[in-house]
T-cell receptor
Framework: NAGVTQTPKFRILKIGQSMTLQCTQD?????MYWYRQDPGMGLKLIYY???????DKGEVPNGYNVSRSTTEDFPLRLELAAPSQTSVYFC??????????????FGPGTRLLVL | AQKVTQAQTEISVVEKEDVTLDCVYE???????LFWYKQPPSGELVFLIR??????QNEISGRYSWNFQKSTSSFNFTITASQVVDSAVYFC??????????FGAGTRLTVKP
């Protein structure tokens, strides 16, 4: 049981490039989330999903897109990378029985640097 | 709007000292959940505790204890007899009726040998 896994661990992008951050969970959780953590700050919710085929915006969705075709996977897409997107990105999942107030389990994070 | 404030940006203690991390929250919801997460230097986020708004009992888990007081909108976290391995950033978080999880900015705890 690997929990929540994220790839890559670290990536450098040039301004304007695109990339997809991968997130997979093997706990059969319904809810999945993407957060970003800027230096010295707490986490801010980008997007979340309550199940396959259903996604919704969080607090800071601009510049990102998501999809949820399976229960296990929740990729985050950056279409035109900007320096403001330099951050550490965390994926998380929760069972979903009590909505988003449940305990969320986090992946190890992806550190992204946009130059 | 929901808000979590962790006023202590950084705390430094010597091993075996007790330390309390403060968390003050704002919400208009009557039903909400509070969380504490630990982020060690390796970077991952580790769940520590979840408490709902109807349960004001203090909780103790080994050297960790949590004091939830609705009257002061606080959910403080105390580590007794701190150890070097406790060095980490600790986040307090709040989730209300709209299921919008908000994190505080975190408190960096350094425990020196």
């Amino acid at each position: 049981n690997a929990g929540v896994t994220q790839t890559p661990k670290f990536r450098i992008l040039k301004i304007g490039q695109s990339m997809t951050l991968q997130c997979t969970q093997d706990m059969n959780h319904n809810y999945m989330y993407w957060y970003r953590q800027d230096p010295g700050m707490g986490l801010k919710l980008i997007y979340y999903s309550v199940g396959a085929g259903i996604t919704d915006k969080g607090e800071v969705p601009n510049g990102y897109n998501v999809s949820r075709s399976t229960t296990e996977d929740f990729p985050l897409r950056l279409e035109l990378a900007a320096p403001s997107q330099t951050s550490v990105y965390f994926c998380a999942s929760s069972r979903g029985a009590s909505g988003r107030r449940e305990t969320q389990y986090f992946g190890p994070g992806t550190r992204l640097l946009v130059l | 709007a929901q808000k979590v404030t962790q006023a202590q940006t950084e705390i430094s203690v010597v091993e075996k000292e007790d330390v309390t991390l403060d968390c003050v929250y704002e919400t208009r919801d009557t039903t909400y959940y509070l969380f504490w997460y630990k982020q060690p230097p390796s970077g991952e986020l580790v769940f520590l505790i979840r408490r709902n708004s109807f349960d004001e009992q203090n909780e103790i888990s080994g050297r960790y204890s949590w004091n939830f007081q609705k009257s002061t909108s606080s959910f403080n976290f105390t580590i007794t007899a701190s150890q070097v391995v406790d060095s980490a950033v600790y986040f307090c978080a709040l989730s209300g009726i709209n299921n919008d999880m908000r994190f505080g900015a975190g408190t960096r705890l350094t425990v020196k040998p």
